[in-house]
């Protein structure tokens, strides 16, 4: 990937996001109503303030490493899974962190390597989270995260951002040691709902991640706030959008006050 190109499309998304592009309801009219949703951590919490600490902490070079090393920990992430073993976030994330550090001769002490894993414990909201919150859980829709995330991360950020009231206990890939796109990652909402997968939706940060749960079985929405290119594989989420319209329309609220 380039990441030059990359990064410009994280500091476009600084300046604004595109509309929702939702594909039409009634396609999908003979689907079951979405009575639960599963959430990816970053569609609610703003991934960019593991970049924002980093500049702090770094200075300029720090948006390059920000950008190298989340690269770099998905990459673990789906390595360690595709061989059929497991560390939690935080160990890859460290582990990721030191690697790319090194790659670009970034000299980093333990504080300021613990400092910037703590990011991810630190995030804030997007700006249009709370609302649709409300009005998902106002129209009785369960809700969860299932995030390669851990479970404390999740927690913390839920509690710092008061909207712990909203979820239901999150589910942390830790439960199942596999990352997604694992299928075992996805079942856990099946188990931790009590529904059929036709139930249950999935709102996604990453197309990748859109495209697991696809082909997983849920009705999915890609929550693509930064703008990027759909996929070009042999799966495409149900609804495209730029922020939290998309997993209202996941919900058939759409238009919902």
């Known amino acids: 990937m380039d990441w030059k190109t990359n990064r410009r499309k994280v500091i476009a998304g600084l300046a604004g996001l595109a509309g929702a592009m939702a594909m039409s309801p009634a396609a999908h009219a003979d689907t079951q109503p979405t009575r639960a949703i599963a959430f990816d951590g970053f569609p609610i919490f703003d991934p960019r303030g593991v970049v924002?600490?980093?500049?702090?902490?770094?200075?300029?070079?720090?948006?390059q490493l920000a950008?190298?090393?989340?690269?770099?920990?998905?990459g673990y992430?789906?390595?360690?899974?595709?061989?059929?073993?497991?560390?939690?976030?935080?160990t890859l994330a460290d582990a990721a962190l030191r690697y790319v550090a090194a790659t670009?001769?970034?000299?980093?002490?333990?504080?300021?390597?613990?400092?910037?894993?703590?990011?991810?414990?630190n995030l804030d909201l997007w700006p249009d989270v709370v609302p649709a919150l409300e009005k998902l859980r106002g129209a009785g829709v369960r809700l969860a995260?299932?995030?390669?995330l851990g479970e404390n991360t999740l927690n913390t950020n839920m509690a710092r951002n008061k909207i712990t009231q909203f979820f239901e206990p999150p589910l942390s890939t830790d439960r199942?040691?596999?990352?997604?796109?694992?299928?075992?990652?996805?079942?856990?909402?099946?188990?931790?709902?009590?529904?059929?997968?036709?139930?249950?939706g999935f709102a996604a940060f990453g197309g990748w991640d859109a495209a697991g749960a696809s082909w997983?079985?849920?009705?999915?929405?890609?929550?693509?706030?930064?703008?990027?290119?759909?996929?070009?594989?042999?799966?495409?989420?149900?609804?495209?959008?730029?922020?939290?319209?998309?997993?209202?329309?996941?919900?058939?609220?759409?238009?919902?006050?």
């Open 52 to 63: 924002a600490r980093a500049r702090t902490l770094l200075g300029p070079v720090g948006d």
């Open 67 to 74: 950008i190298q090393w989340s690269a770099k920990l998905f």
């Open 77 to 90: 992430s789906w390595l360690v899974t595709a061989a059929g073993r497991y560390q939690d976030f935080r």
């Open 104 to 121: 670009m001769g970034v000299q980093l002490d333990a504080a300021t390597r613990i400092a910037l894993v703590d990011a991810y414990d």
């Open 145 to 148: 995260f299932l995030s390669n």
């Open 176 to 200: 199942v040691a596999r990352f997604k796109p694992a299928p075992e990652a996805y079942a856990m909402a099946i188990s931790a709902f009590g529904m059929p997968r036709e139930t249950i």
């Open 216 to 257: 997983f079985g849920y009705r999915t929405a890609w929550i693509n706030r930064m703008n990027l290119p759909i996929e070009p594989l042999d799966v495409r989420p149900e609804i495209v959008s730029s922020g939290m319209e998309g997993v209202l329309a996941l919900a058939g609220l759409s238009g919902s006050r």
